[in-house]
């Protein structure tokens, strides 16, 4: 399985942008795609995953610093991912990595990174005043 993130760039204090994660060569839809971020000398820290729930039906998860703020939603037919992110902070700037599992997860697990079987190349988001 690949993934190809795109959107990142720059973004002023209090703007908005939008990234994207494209899953190729699965058979199927990964059970959960999911965001994670890492800012330079920092841990790479759990952003938003979407788990799928049965169906069509995906459920989303936040890391703490973004609740309220982004939003992370699915589109099952393209193999899509997207992360929207609203009232952006200077401590938001990192490299965004999309991450992929074939089954859905526990709740408890999805802000584990040794959870993921597939990892994205990464796309920078810088905010700044």
């Known amino acids: 399985v690949q993934l190809q993130a795109s959107g990142g760039g720059l973004v002023q204090t209090g703007g908005s942008l939008r990234i994207s994660c494209v899953a190729s060569?699965?058979?199927?839809?990964?059970?959960?795609m999911a965001w994670f971020r890492q800012a330079p000398g920092k841990e790479r820290e759990f952003v938003a995953a979407s788990n799928w729930s049965g169906g069509s039906a995906f459920s989303g998860s936040y890391g703490d610093s973004v609740k309220g703020r982004f939003t992370i939603s699915r589109d099952k037919a393209k193999n899509t991912v997207y992360l929207q992110m609203n009232s952006l902070k200077e401590e938001d700037t990192a490299v965004y990595y999309c991450?992929?599992?074939?089954?859905?997860?526990?709740?408890?697990?999805?802000?584990?990174?040794?959870?993921?079987?597939?990892w994205g190349q990464g796309s920078q988001v810088t905010v700044s005043s």
């Open positions: 991450a992929a599992g074939p089954n859905r997860m526990n709740s408890g697990g999805l802000s584990f990174a040794r959870r993921y079987a597939y």
């Open positions: 060569g699965a058979s199927s839809s990964p059970g959960v």
